[in-house]
C-alpha cells in the first residue's frame, strides 16, 4: 500500500503446516533411571530394570521417526519510505508463532531431542506439543541511513550516519529434573509446578528457587507400578529477548580521483548484556543461571575502503 510522501506499508500473513518430519526416538526406553534402597536389600533397587523395557531382550537404542509435526504462524508487517532530509528508512515487525512436538534432533540448550514419555505410557509425543524451541513470538528489525550533509551544516560535509535496531522476545526453553520420575529410563521429566519459583528480569540468573525451598515438591513422585508424568508442558519458561542498536559513522573524501571511506563502527552500542538461556537442569548447582551471552558486548572498530 502506497503512503503519502513516497512511503509504503506492505503487511501479510504467512501460514506453513509441517507432518512427517524426523525425530529422534528411544521406543525401548532410556539408558538411565533412579534407584530406591529397601530394607530388605543392600545393594540399590532400579525403578526401571530391564524387564520394565517392551523388549527386555535388548537396551536403549536409538531410531529416527517421521511422526512429528509443526504450524507456523505469522503477521508481517513492513513500513519503508524514501529519503527525507537525507534520512531513509525501513523497518519490518512479525508477529508469529511456531508449534510442534519435536524442533531438533539433537539436543539443545534450551531442550531435549526426546519425549519426556518415550514408551507412550502416559501422554506419549502429544504430551509434547507446544511451542517451538526456536519460536520468537515477537521481532522488530529497523534500519537507517542518514546524509548528515543534507543538513546543510559545513562541518557535516561527507558525513553519514547508519544504524540497526533490533528487537526480539526470548526463547522458550525447559526445565528439567534430574530423577527419573515416569520411569522410562530418559531424564527429560518435566516439573510439576511452577510455585517455588522466582523470575528475575537482571543479571546473569534468571531463575532461582525461593529459601527454604525443597526440589522435590516442584518434580513428580517416581513409581515404576503408576508411572506419571508433569502436568506443565514443554518450552514452559522463556529466556530473555535482545535489545541491540549497532551504530556506524562514516566520512568519505575524494583524494586525487580516488573515494576514500573513513567509517567507526559500533556494535551493541549501549553494551547491554544479553544472557542466553540458564542451566535447566533443577538439581544442578548452576540451576538457573546464564552461563554464556546470545551477543558479545560492545565492539568498536575503525575501517578504511579506498575505492578506485
Given at each position: 500500500t502506497l503512503l503519502p510522501g513516497r512511503s509504503r506499508l506492505r503487511v501479510l500473513w504467512v501460514g506453513t503446516f509441517g507432518r512427517s518430519l524426523a525425530r529422534l526416538a528411544l521406543p525401548n526406553g532410556g539408558p538411565y533411571t533412579s534407584s530406591r534402597y529397601l530394607e530388605s536389600r543392600a545393594d540399590p533397587e532400579p525403578l526401571f530394570d530391564q524387564a520394565d523395557r517392551p523388549d527386555p531382550d535388548l537396551g536403549a537404542w536409538e531410531e529416527f521417526r517421521s511422526d512429528a509435526?509443526?504450524?507456523?504462524?505469522?503477521?508481517?508487517?513492513?513500513?519503508?519510505?524514501?529519503?527525507?532530509?537525507?534520512?531513509?528508512?525501513?523497518?519490518?515487525?512479525?508477529?508469529?508463532?511456531?508449534?510442534?512436538?519435536?524442533?531438533?534432533?539433537?539436543?539443545?540448550?534450551?531442550?531435549?531431542?526426546?519425549?519426556?514419555?518415550?514408551?507412550?505410557?502416559?501422554?506419549?509425543?502429544?504430551?509434547?506439543?507446544?511451542?517451538?524451541?526456536?519460536?520468537?513470538?515477537?521481532?522488530?528489525?529497523?534500519?537507517?541511513?542518514?546524509?548528515l550533509e543534507r543538513l546543510g551544516y559545513r562541518p557535516l560535509v561527507g558525513f553519514a550516519l547508519s544504524g540497526v535496531v533490533e528487537l526480539a522476545s526470548g526463547q522458550p526453553y525447559t526445565i528439567v529434573t534430574s530423577i527419573d520420575s515416569n520411569v522410562d529410563g530418559v531424564l527429560t521429566d518435566r516439573l510439576k509446578t511452577t510455585a517455588g519459583l522466582v523470575f528475575h528480569d537482571s543479571g546473569s540468573e534468571l531463575v532461582s528457587l525461593l529459601p527454604g525451598t525443597d526440589p522435590q515438591t516442584l518434580i513428580v513422585r517416581a513409581r515404576n507400578d503408576r508411572p506419571k508424568t508433569s502436568a506443565l508442558g514443554r518450552n514452559a519458561f522463556r529466556g530473555r529477548g535482545i535489545a541491540n542498536v549497532d551504530l556506524a559513522l562514516s566520512r568519505t573524501f575524494e583524494v586525487r580521483g580516488a573515494r576514500l571511506e573513513l567509517r567507526l563502527e559500533a556494535f551493541n552500542v549501549f553494551n547491554r548484556p544479553h544472557y542466553g538461556l540458564p542451566v535447566r537442569v533443577l538439581e544442578s548447582p548452576g540451576f538457573g543461571s546464564s552461563t554464556e551471552t546470545s551477543l558479545p558486548a560492545r565492539i568498536v572498530q575503525v575501517g578504511l575502503r579506498i575505492g578506485f
Open positions: 509435526s509443526s504450524c507456523y504462524n505469522a503477521l508481517e508487517t513492513e513500513f519503508e519510505t524514501a529519503a527525507v532530509a537525507g534520512l531513509l528508512f525501513r523497518a519490518s515487525y512479525t508477529w508469529s508463532h511456531s508449534i510442534d512436538d519435536a524442533t531438533d534432533i539433537f539436543s539443545t540448550s534450551g531442550g531435549s531431542s526426546v519425549a519426556q514419555d518415550e514408551l507412550g505410557r502416559v501422554g506419549g509425543l502429544g504430551a509434547e506439543r507446544s511451542s517451538s524451541s526456536i519460536d520468537v513470538r515477537h521481532r522488530l528489525a529497523a534500519h537507517f541511513v542518514w546524509d
